[in-house]
């Protein structure tokens, strides 16, 4: 079952339905899925993880479902919804048939995995020539159309590199270290060629969170220090410009300034929606239509006020209140860090360091309705359950109040056994 999931992942993220015409003719996604959900219910090997978790997600999908059926543009939205619940489907997949350690390393090596095969398709197509130009910039695309904006493609690397920190931290194996210099290597060549600037922002935060934390911080902020501008000084003039914009923005057209500027207008933009509709918002993916903007929110926080409504923020802290939960949970309980399998553990704080990333990246892009929320909370729900089954205290053994007269009976009985057998 775990085989099948990481195959569901690729197809998910990698999309190769949306590349070759051919296969989205055969609705490839829709049959797997269906494959798959017919040996999930004759696989014997299910079971349910309680926590509270589960049921934020469950909340915060009625949410959506209700502000969906208020929406005025229900009809625009509708793809939206569709798509999100497709999502919360493979959550409940995932949660009820991966239980143990070795399936979630698994789980979470295939994820890594597949991303890593999803941006060197990517790195080819443009070295054959496909990108996009915008904001000025020749900008490197993600192989599929759903997810493949520079912005987008950007951000889903982003959130897979705290994985690789607890592969590194967990495993022993020199070729698991080699994979992680490589797959943060892959990453940073990938982010620097899409020219997205929030995805910039969002690896240099990753990376000095992971730096400050190692006992080797020093030398690793000796290293970034001297790496940093040889990779800069390495880009064409183009994409230095737009990295510039950051610190400097009239260095750059007035649109990446313009562009800048957007992020924060959808957030007042959200504010006024949700003044409008208080209850429920204007519906979940109806923005645009509400608006009348060619463009999306790009920004998390007035896309969850302007499309949800305090419905929706209700909900939705609620599911970030159950990931600090359990990443509590593993906070006060130090045998969960020294237990004879530390995975579990590296996986729940690589999840709240990419839930971090999301909510700070959230101030540049509309991530509300991503699938890493379900994803990664499914990691952390299964990682917190191996690691109470790690950490469970064992029975003692019982032990009588008077253990000489026990010694004493014992001797009695198997002298009285021995006189009687002979």
Not at 123 to 143: A, P, Q, S
Request: charged share 15%; with cysteine.
């Amino acid at each position: 079952m775990h085989w099948l999931l990481i195959g569901y992942m690729f197809l998910f993220i990698h999309r190769p339905f949306e590349i070759w015409p051919i296969l989205g003719d055969l609705h490839v996604e829709r049959v797997y899925m269906g494959g798959v959900f017919l040996f999930w219910l004759m696989h014997s090997g299910k079971r349910w993880i309680a926590n509270a978790q589960q049921g934020a997600y469950l909340v915060f999908g009625m949410a959506v479902a209700a502000c969906w059926v208020m929406s005025p543009w229900a009809e625009q939205g509708q793809v939206v919804v569709e798509n999100w619940f497709k999502i919360l489907f493979f959550y409940l997949l995932l949660v009820t048939s991966v239980y143990d350690a070795k399936g979630l390393k698994r789980l979470a090596f295939g994820f890594l995995a597949v991303m890593a095969v999803y941006m060197l398709h990517s790195i080819k197509e443009y070295l054959g020539g496909r990108h996009t130009f915008r904001m000025g910039i020749v900008r490197l695309l993600g192989v599929d159309s759903s997810m493949g904006d520079p912005n987008s493609f950007g951000g889903s690397i982003v959130f897979s590199l705290p994985f690789v920190t607890a592969f590194w931290n967990a495993c022993r194996g020199k070729w698991i270290k080699a994979c992680c210099f490589g797959y943060v290597g892959l990453s940073a060549g990938c982010i620097l060629l899409t020219g997205s600037r929030s995805s910039l922002l969002g690896m240099v935060l990753w990376g000095s969170i992971v730096i400050m934390r190692s006992r080797y911080r020093w030398a690793g902020l000796g290293s970034m220090v001297l790496i940093a501008p040889l990779m800069f000084f390495a880009l064409p003039d183009s994409l230095q410009n737009r990295f510039e914009t950051i610190i400097n923005p009239d260095v750059g057209p007035a649109n990446a300034k313009e562009s800048g500027e957007g992020r924060i207008e959808g957030f007042f933009t959200g504010m006024d929606l949700i003044m409008a509709y208080p209850a429920t918002g204007v519906g979940p993916g109806s923005w645009r239509p509400a608006t009348g903007s060619k463009l999306e929110s790009h920004n998390l926080y007035g896309q969850l006020c302007g499309e949800m409504g305090l419905l929706g923020v209700m909900t939705f802290l609620s599911i970030l209140v159950c990931f600090w939960m359990n990443w509590m949970w593993f906070k006060s309980r130090p045998s969960a860090q020294t237990a004879a399998n530390p995975f579990p553990r590296a996986i729940a704080g690589s999840v709240m360091m990419a839930v971090f990333l999301m909510l700070f990246m959230g101030n540049f892009g509309h991530n509300l309705f991503r699938h890493n929320w379900l994803w990664f909370g499914g990691f952390l729900v299964i990682a917190r359950h191996v690691a109470s089954k790690q950490t469970a205290p064992a029975v003692a053994p019982m032990r009588s109040r008077y253990p000489h007269r026990v010694a004493s009976w014992r001797v009695q009985v198997g002298g009285l056994s021995t006189a009687r057998l002979s």
